[in-house]
Each structure stands twice: as structure tokens, then as C-alpha cells.
């Protein structure tokens, strides 16, 4: 258990829906990124927040928007959803994020979405 | 730009066996991360190994050993005596450091280890 939670595990939804995925990061850790695993395009980066405010952003499309909250939970929200947006969705956290991709980064069990 | 090349996709061994890795590297930074997760059945990421771009000494944990060339931007990871519970896809990843830093992953290959 790597002490990174995400709710729900699964979430089936249609096309054109609004999702909103939630991270709780370790006890202490004050980054959280977030995580696309597809058949398509495998494990991309989507994310990052430090502290509460975006750190850095990778392959995250304008549908998807993401949040860090006082309390250092995340969400991701995930709009006008699309088949193609069937994924794994991981969030991960690391220590201090000052050099975060230096820090180790922790894993949640990940949401699969199955957008129908 | 980064890039990481798992150009194995599927490897298949008998119990016992020893089984080897690839991971290629492409980076412009000198200071960057090397890293390795494992993907069980489950799903969940487990951290193996993370190795910094001026330590090239190798490492062994236990059945597991990793082999980081700078020379040709490999790190390669080896399991010996390979168990039926090594199964699953395992990930190499890099990561540079800096504003922007993000981790890279590799498409990932599948080891299967029948009995």
C-alpha cells in the first residue's frame, strides 16, 4: 500500500458526461500528479500540483482540468468525455516537489473510466 | 525532448530463467533520473529502482540487478532465476529536473513466466 488513495476505483460513464476523479496524496507529500494509462498511448504524464498550485503540465488535453485543494487533495475533472478517454487514471504524489521528479514518486491503485 | 524506448513489447520464460530488460534513454540534460516500475495483474505501479544520471554503478537487489550505461543511454534490468510472480509490465521511466521536469515513460513490456 503505497498510501496513496484514489476514489472510485472504477467509473463507467457516456460519451459527453463530466467525471471528477479524487486523489488523496500521502500523509506529508505536497505534490500530486496525475496520469493517463491507455492502450493507445500508453503512461503519459498529465499534471502536476505543488502545494496547491500547478506545477507543471504535460499531455493533458483543454477537456480536462485539474485542482489542488488547501487539504492537498486533488481532482481531476474530466469533460465532454469521449471514447477514446477510456483509461487508467493514476495519481501519484512525492515528498516536497521542490525537485519533485527527484523525489520518489508513490503510486495510487489507480480509476479505470470506461467511457460508453 | 525526452524519450524513453522499450523496444522489447512481450517476453515469455520458463521459470528459472534469467531474463534481461531494455530500456533506451534520450535526453539532452546531464543531470536526469532513470527509473523502473512494475505493473502486476492488479494494476497498481510499484517503485523498483531509481538511479541518477552520475551514478553509474551498478545495483543488484536480490534476484533483481540493473545495468546503466551512459556511454550508450541504456539501463537495462535483469531478473535472475525468474518466478512465476515476476509476471507483469514493467516500465522504464526518465525524468529530467528543473521547472518543466516531468516523467517520461517507456510503452512498457510484458514478461510472462509460466511454471
Known amino acids: 500500500d503505497s498510501g496513496v488513495t484514489q476514489t472510485p476505483k472504477h467509473l463507467i460513464t457516456a460519451t459527453g458526461q463530466r467525471v471528477t476523479l479524487r486523489c488523496s496524496p500521502r500523509?506529508?507529500?505536497?505534490?500530486v500528479y496525475w496520469y493517463q494509462q491507455s492502450l493507445d498511448q500508453g503512461l503519459q504524464f498529465l499534471i502536476q500540483?505543488?502545494?496547491?498550485?500547478?506545477?507543471a503540465k504535460g499531455n493533458i488535453l483543454e477537456r480536462f482540468s485539474a485542482q489542488q485543494f488547501p487539504d492537498l487533495h486533488s481532482e481531476l475533472n474530466l469533460s465532454s468525455l469521449e471514447l477514446g478517454d477510456s483509461a487508467l487514471y493514476f495519481c501519484?504524489?512525492?515528498?516536497?516537489?521542490?525537485?519533485?521528479?527527484?523525489?520518489?514518486?508513490?503510486f495510487g491503485p489507480g480509476t479505470r473510466l470506461t467511457v460508453l | 525532448a525526452q524519450k524513453v524506448t522499450q523496444a522489447q513489447t512481450e517476453i515469455s520464460v520458463v521459470e528459472k530463467e534469467d531474463v534481461t530488460l531494455d530500456c533506451v534513454y534520450e535526453?539532452?540534460?546531464?543531470?536526469?533520473?532513470l527509473f523502473w516500475y512494475k505493473q502486476p495483474p492488479s494494476g497498481e505501479l510499484v517503485f523498483l529502482i531509481r538511479?541518477?544520471?552520475?551514478?553509474?554503478q551498478n545495483e543488484i537487489s536480490g534476484r533483481y540487478s540493473w545495468n546503466f550505461q551512459k556511454s550508450t543511454s541504456s539501463f537495462n534490468f535483469t531478473i535472475t532465476a525468474s518466478q512465476v510472480v515476476d509476471s507483469a509490465v514493467y516500465f522504464c521511466?526518465?525524468?529530467?529536473?528543473?521547472?518543466?521536469?516531468?516523467?517520461?515513460f517507456g510503452k512498457g513490456i510484458t514478461l510472462s513466466v509460466r511454471p
Open positions: 501519484a504524489s512525492s515528498a516536497t516537489g521542490t525537485d519533485p521528479i527527484a523525489d520518489e514518486q508513490f
Open positions: 535526453t539532452r540534460d546531464t543531470t536526469y533520473y
Open positions: 521511466a526518465l525524468s529530467t529536473t528543473g521547472a518543466n521536469s516531468k516523467l517520461t
Open positions: 500540483y505543488y502545494n496547491g498550485e500547478e506545477r
Open positions: 500523509s506529508g507529500d505536497l505534490s
Open positions: 538511479r541518477n544520471s552520475f551514478d553509474e
